[in-house]
């Protein structure tokens, strides 16, 4: 069962699967096309026409301008007062100490390596469209084939409504592939669509997900740097004498980098372990709704395994998993789901010959 989404957050929509009995459901096809079109025209007053696209507003560039802010500031406090120090460039070559150079030459590198790929992750989570619902007739409410539109989705999709109906937007006047939630912020359905986040000012869905995931992971990992080497530095200017306002700096840029470096660990955990078991955010939201209602078993699952479910975000080339580039296969609207399960057939995966068989082509 599935209950709509309302909003961007993590609210629950339960989903479960829907599964036809025999090839006789392909025979009635032309029937629930016919009740549907009577339910149709009873129910078009409640299909609004979808809210014309809006510049943004100044309040959701607010958060992206304050995580450049911050990216910025701990950067050129790292440069400033522990890079610069440790390369000795105000002194001649002939009086540097050539172990604090080299240590210098390394911090630097290994810091502007992975502050580049935190900025290049995060453009592109925020740049990449996170996938819609193609504006083909199969997904449109009121396409004009509707017969052969019924027999793709069922073939398509899983997930139905508490009714029994296939799940749709009134918003966008389109009917809803597997995973797909409508966002009231960004203005239209997103496919596989974990969650909008406002500090990217957009949706993280099938197409920007493992951007998303390797900016929390060069954040981590960004920070982590950061905060371990300059703590050296924070150490030796309690020792000598500094101006203040350089030890405020110094201090306030360990603590920045302190606390973004903990709060990216804990986003990269979850997410990991969203990953692992198939799940997005709201999956995860549904699930845990579903637990209190004592139906957490009657929702899609889409765990393949560790392996599948990783490539299923990062990609089928796992050398390039750590690199922004090389987005998933497939065009989102259908998503293979447990060994055994029809969704799995075309890598190979046993499925069920009942199912496969009424809804061929």
């Given amino acids: 069962m599935s209950s709509k989404r309302t909003a961007s957050g993590c609210q629950p929509s339960f989903s479960s699967t829907s599964k036809p009995s025999s090839a006789s459901s392909l025979g009635s096809v032309g029937e629930l096309a016919i009740r549907r079109r009577a339910q149709d025209t009873t129910t078009t007053s409640t299909v609004s026409s979808r809210p014309p696209a809006q510049p943004p507003k ?3 560039l607010l958060p992206p301008m304050f995580v450049c802010l911050l990216m910025g500031t701990i950067w050129s406090v790292y440069v400033t007062f522990h890079v610069l120090p440790l390369l000795q460039v105000q002194l001649p070559p002939g009086m540097r100490q050539q172990q604090d150079v080299r240590a ?4 630097l590198l290994v810091s502007q390596i992975l502050s580049v790929f935190v900025v290049i992750c995060y453009a592109r989570a925020m740049l990449t469209l996170p996938g819609s619902v193609p504006d083909t007739q199969e997904w449109k409410l009121f396409g004009r084939h509707e017969v052969d539109g019924l027999r793709r989705r069922a073939a398509l999709t899983k997930e139905v409504k508490l009714s029994g109906g296939r799940r749709h937007c009134k918003w966008c006047a389109q009917y809803k592939p597997d995973r797909c939630h409508h966002c009231r912020v960004c203005g239209t359905c997103v496919l596989r669509m974990d969650h909008h986040c406002p500090w990217i000012m957009n949706c993280v869905g099938f197409r ?9 992971i060069y954040s981590v990992a960004a920070c982590g740097f950061i905060a371990t080497t300059l703590l ?5 200017s309690l020792e000598q004498e500094m101006a203040m306002s350089s030890r405020f700096m110094m201090v306030l ?7 973004i470096g903990t709060l990216m660990l804990i986003f990269f955990f979850f997410h990991v372990h969203l990953m692992l078991n198939g799940m997005t955010t709201i999956e995860y939201c549904e699930k845990n709704a579903l637990a ?3 139906g957490a078993n009657k929702r899609q699952s889409y765990d393949r395994g560790f392996y599948r479910n990783l490539k299923a975000v990062l990609g089928s080339r796992p050398a390039f998993w750590l690199l922004p580039t090389s987005p998933p296969e497939g065009d989102g609207t259908s998503f293979q789901g447990e060994p ?14 009942e199912w496969t068989s009424s809804h061929e082509p």
């Fill in 58 to 60: 100044f309040s959701s």
């Fill in 104 to 107: 210098g030459i390394l911090h």
């Fill in 208 to 216: 920007n997900h493992k951007y998303f995931f390797l900016l929390v």
């Fill in 232 to 236: 050296e530095s924070v150490r030796r």
């Fill in 253 to 259: 840029g360990l603590v920045l980098s302190v606390i």
């Fill in 292 to 294: 209190h209602l004592g």
């Fill in 340 to 353: 055994g399960d029809p969704a799995c057939e075309r890598d190979g995966d046993k499925a069920d010959p």
